[in-house]
T-cell receptor, first 115, second 113 residues
Framework: DSGVTQTPKHLITATGQRVTLRCSPR?????VYWYQQSLDQGLQFLIQ???????AKGNILERFSAQQFPDLHSELNLSSLELGDSALYFCASSAYGSSYNSPLHFGNGTRLTVT | GENVEQHPSTLSVQEGDSAVIKCTYS??????FPWYKQELGKRPQLIID?????GEKKDQRIAVTLNKTAKHFSLHITETQPEDSAVYFC????????????FGTGTRLQVTL
């Protein structure tokens, strides 16, 4: 167990809808990262937060947004969903935002299916 | 931005043989190169990483080599075992940390008996 908790495990919704994915980082970790993994694809970096503030942004669509709350949990909001948004969404955490010897620890992911 | 290419996409080896997975990166500023193993239906897990000030790093049956001039790095697994079967991802970052990691597309390793 990595200590990173993601909910829900599975989510099925229709096109055009909006969903929220939730992540609790490992105890003591200040950084949270969101990744998207489509079928037979690699891990696409979406966004990183450090202690409540956005630290880095990757290929995140404008329809997607995220935030990190004072208790350090994070939420990824996906709106106007399209079929192509169906994927496994991973949250990861690390101890610091820009520190050596602080690797990523991944959660078990949320599988989103858009029908 | 950074682009990481990974080869081969699939690799089948017999138990006990060695496996080599290669990655190239485009951003000469990249200085942190981790490797992740993802078993079927599970989360990616870090297995080894290397920084640009080191050319090679070993951990038991796993080793990673880095050629900064050619901008490529490789994962070597010796004496492969069935439990090594998984998808392996390389990644690169210009920050020296887990921030701004760009992942390769993965290599599916199958170790046969």
């Amino acid at each position: 167990d990595s200590g990173v908790t993601q909910t829900p495990k599975h989510l099925i919704t229709a096109t055009g809808q909006r969903v929220t994915l939730r992540c609790s980082p490992r105890s003591g970790d200040l950084s949270v990262y969101w990744y998207q993994q489509s079928l037979d694809q690699g891990l696409q970096f979406l966004i990183q937060y450090y202690n409540g503030e956005e630290r880095a942004k990757g290929n995140i669509l404008e329809r997607f947004s995220a935030q990190q709350f004072p208790d350090l949990h994070s939420e990824l909001n996906l709106s106007s969903l399209e079929l192509g948004d169906s994927a496994l969404y991973f949250c990861a955490s690390s101890a610091y935002g820009s520190s050596y010897n602080s690797p990523l620890h991944f959660g078990n992911g949320t599988r989103l299916t858009v029908t | 931005g950074e682009n990481v290419e990974q080869h081969p996409s699939t690799l089948s080896v017999q138990e006990g043989d060695s496996a080599v997975i290669k990655c190239t990166y485009s951003d000469s500023a990249s200085n942190y190169f981790p490797w992740y193993k993802q078993e079927l239906g599970k989360r990616p897990q870090l297995i080894i990483d290397i920084r640009s000030n080191v050319g090679e790093k070993k951990d038991q049956r796993i080793a990673v080599t880095l050629n900064k001039t050619a901008k490529h790095f490789s994962l070597h697994i010796t004496e492969t075992q069935p439990e090594d079967s998984a998808v392996y991802f390389c990644a690169a970052s210009p920050t020296g940390t887990a921030s701004k990691l760009t992942f390769g597309t993965g290599t599916r390793l199958q170790v046969t008996l």
